[in-house]
C-alpha cells in the first residue's frame, strides 16, 4: 500500500534552517508530481509548493518563495523541502502528498498523504 513518511521537523528559532524529507513506497514514485502541505492550528491545510514528477521542474506558493525549495531524487523515492530564514508563521504540520500534477494546488486534488511533521519556529 501506499505509504509516505515525513521527517526532519523539530524545534528551531527564527532565521534557522530546516530539510524536511518525505520517503514513499508502494507506488511507483517516478510516475508522480509531489506536493508539500502545511497546517497550523486553527487554519486549513495549504500549499507549500510542488515538484513535476522528474523534478525537473519545482514551484512554490508566494508566501514561501525566495526561503523554501522543493527537490527530489526518484532513486531514493524521496522528496525534499529545505527550507531557509524560518519564521513564526512558518510554524505548522507539514505534510507531503502525491498528484498527478505539480501545477495543483488543491488538496483535494491530491490522492495519498503523510502523517505529516511537525516544524515549530520560536521566536
Known amino acids: 500500500q501506499v505509504q509516505l513518511v515525513e521527517s526532519g521537523g523539530g524545534l528551531v528559532q527564527v532565521g534557522d534552517s530546516l530539510k524536511l524529507a518525505c520517503v514513499a513506497s508502494?507506488?511507483?514514485?517516478?510516475?508522480?508530481?509531489m506536493g508539500w502541505f502545511r497546517q497550523a492550528p486553527g487554519k486549513e491545510r495549504e500549499w507549500v509548493g510542488s515538484?513535476?514528477?522528474?523534478?525537473?521542474?519545482?514551484t512554490v506558493a508566494d508566501s514561501v518563495k525566495g526561503r523554501f525549495t522543493i527537490s527530489r531524487d526518484n532513486a531514493k523515492n524521496a522528496v525534499y523541502l529545505q527550507m531557509v530564514g524560518l519564521k513564526p508563521e512558518d510554524t505548522a504540520i507539514y505534510y507531503c502528498?502525491?498528484?498527478?500534477?505539480?501545477?495543483?494546488?488543491?488538496?483535494?486534488?491530491?490522492?495519498?498523504w503523510g502523517l505529516g511533521t511537525q516544524v515549530t519556529v520560536s521566536a
Open positions: 502528498a502525491t498528484s498527478h500534477s505539480y501545477l495543483n494546488r488543491a488538496t483535494s486534488q491530491y490522492l495519498d
Open positions: 508502494g507506488f511507483t514514485f517516478r510516475n508522480y508530481a
Open positions: 515538484s513535476s514528477s522528474t523534478g525537473a521542474t519545482t
